[in-house]
């Protein structure tokens, strides 16, 4: 049986109906932020760039396709290193909540 993770309401994500991780950057430049969000969406993903309330930072935003069996270590260290080859800071990641369940 296909990994996946199971929601309370019986929904599991799969490949083709994902569940979406949101990830957070900051960057002094809109230009870029926008190249980093260009790289995430060469990988599939979708994105958005605004200012943040602060005025002086760009926000990315990008949901990651995911089936929720993944190591979020690697994916961490990965979104750190987009950030800092286009000048940013990581902010981290938020997944939909779940009763913990995984079915094997």
């Known amino acids: 049986m296909e990994k996946g993770r199971t929601f309370e309401n019986g929904y599991r994500a799969s490949q083709?109906?994902?569940e979406y991780i949101d990830h957070w950057f900051y960057f002094p430049m809109n230009s870029d932020a926008e190249m980093a969000a260009a790289s995430l969406r060469e990988r599939g993903w979708s994105t958005r760039v605004e200012l943040a309330p602060d005025d002086t930072h760009w926000v990315?935003?990008?949901p990651q396709p995911a089936r929720g069996d993944e190591d979020m270590n690697d994916i961490y260290s990965d979104m750190?290193?987009?950030a800092t080859k286009f000048n940013g800071t990581y902010d981290g990641y938020g997944r939909p909540m779940d009763d913990g369940a995984f079915v094997q």
């Open 60 to 62: 990315l935003w990008a």
């Open 16 to 18: 083709e109906f994902p």
């Open 80 to 82: 750190d290193a987009v």
